[in-house]
């Protein structure tokens, strides 16, 4: 199959096609940021990058020979996480420059297949007017159902398709997938404070020393050292074996409330709104709820994407991740403390393999994942291609 990817990001479509077993003999690709096209050229050399898609009409490629085109225009302006100018908007306008390629390609080719995806947030007016520009409406899918994460997207694709209602509008006709029921105990990783719980594999970027014994002087002296001073830290082992020192993002205890605080320091210097706190041996999450707060267990997602709104505040998701968007802001419960997801646990939530993004630092790699397909999902449509 050969196959031209805009907005390719990292490359999922490619993994999902390999996945599914359906040959991809040539893959051109349409990304602009640096970390995706060093993550696509690393797990797949043979990409053709093509740089930016206002550059389309320059492009010298077979457009005729093209039998899938894929398509993740940037959902910023139609996300509630974005400023919602919607179809208009600067970055998700470039929908309209797959909608200018895809007829271009059906003109040469009637059959090329095609695959969209948007946010499930994304206005009714807009999911309407991307439908009529593609002449088919999407199926909805929660990514819930293959993965840990919360993630509601719409996916237009001809892939297999039905006609609906009285006018026999074209709907996209991929089945829910089956609930694999995974939740996100499932996936985290144990390994942060308490040194004997701790072996997992953790942001390398950050690990600075290593150690022979976990409970040799030097280690025990790092972690008391981070502990006094209420930073989240472990010890845990690279592939190889070796014990290496890591620290996660830092929360400061204020001790002189009757009730601790943890407040996460900011650049400037500030500290945010006190959301995450400690009170009757209970962790807690202040939310917009009547009660004001929910309590954090261990297997719940905390998601404090809007730590200074009055509105939002934070949100325990009970069992489930929350959406992770490309800045980090999922949380995990351990012991009496809060850490964001770890690397591992990103590629996790959107069904990639722990090492996947071992080349790229975290913050990287949480930006490609944030702002990507989710891998079993798009394995999933994928499997009725041909069918
Ligand atoms: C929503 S993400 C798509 C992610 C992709 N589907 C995946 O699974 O990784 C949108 C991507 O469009 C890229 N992008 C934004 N403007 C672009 C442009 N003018 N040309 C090509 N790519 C662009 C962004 O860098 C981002 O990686």
Not at 165 to 175: N, V, W
Not at 235 to 245: D, E, I, M, P
Request: net charge positive; charged share 30%; hydrophobic share 35%.
């Amino acid at each position: 199959m050969i196959v031209l990817s805009l907005f390719n990001g990292m490359s999922t479509g490619h993994t999902a096609l390999d996945n599914v077993g359906i040959k991809v003999d040539k893959y051109y690709s349409s990304e602009i940021k640096p970390s995706a096209i060093k993550l696509t050229q690393y797990h797949y050399p043979d990409t053709i990058q093509l740089g930016d898609i206002t550059n389309w009409k320059e492009w010298n490629i077979e457009w005729k020979e093209i039998d899938m085109v894929l398509s993740g225009s940037p959902c910023q302006d139609l996300s509630i996480a974005g400023k919602r100018k919607g179809l208009e908007g600067e970055r998700s306008g470039l929908f309209w420059i797959f909608v200018d390629i895809l007829n271009h390609i059906k003109e040469l080719n009637p059959d090329v297949l095609f695959l969209q995806e948007n946010v499930g947030s994304a206005p009714k007016k807009d999911v309407g007017i991307m439908s009529r520009a593609l002449g088919v409406y999407p199926v909805r899918i929660n990514s819930s159902l293959v993965t840990a994460q919360m993630r509601d997207r719409y996916y237009w694709s001809n892939i297999r398709t039905r006609q609906d209602g009285l006018f026999g509008d074209l709907i996209t006709d991929i089945p829910q997938p089956k609930d694999r029921k995974i939740m996100f105990k499932d996936i985290v990783q144990g390994g942060a404070v308490k040194v004997d719980k701790s072996v997992c594999l953790v942001e390398r970027t950050i690990a600075s020393a290593s150690y022979k014994d976990l409970y040799s002087d030097k280690a025990q002296k790092f972690l008391k050292e981070r502990e006094s001073r209420s930073m989240m830290s472990s010890v845990y082992q690279n592939k190889s074996g070796a014990l290496l020192q890591g620290d996660f993002k830092m929360f400061i205890k204020d001790e002189d409330r009757q009730d601790v605080y943890l407040r996460k320091r900011l650049k400037n210097g500030s500290q945010t709104p006190p959301l995450i706190y400690e009170k009757n041996n209970e962790l807690r999450c202040k939310t917009n709820t009547k009660k004001g707060y929910d309590v954090i267990t261990d297997n719940d997602g905390v998601d404090l994407s809007y730590p200074k709104s009055t509105s939002r505040r934070g949100r325990v998701i009970k069992g489930k991740s929350p959406c992770l968007l490309t800045e980090n802001k999922i949380y995990k419960k351990e012991g009496m403390k809060v850490r964001t997801v770890n690397k591992v646990e990103m590629c996790r939530l959107q069904g990639f393999p722990d090492d996947w993004c071992d080349i790229l630092t975290k913050n990287q790699a949480g930006s490609l994942l944030g702002d990507g397909w989710t891998l079993p999902i798009i394995e999933h449509i994928f499997s009725y291609i041909g069918e």
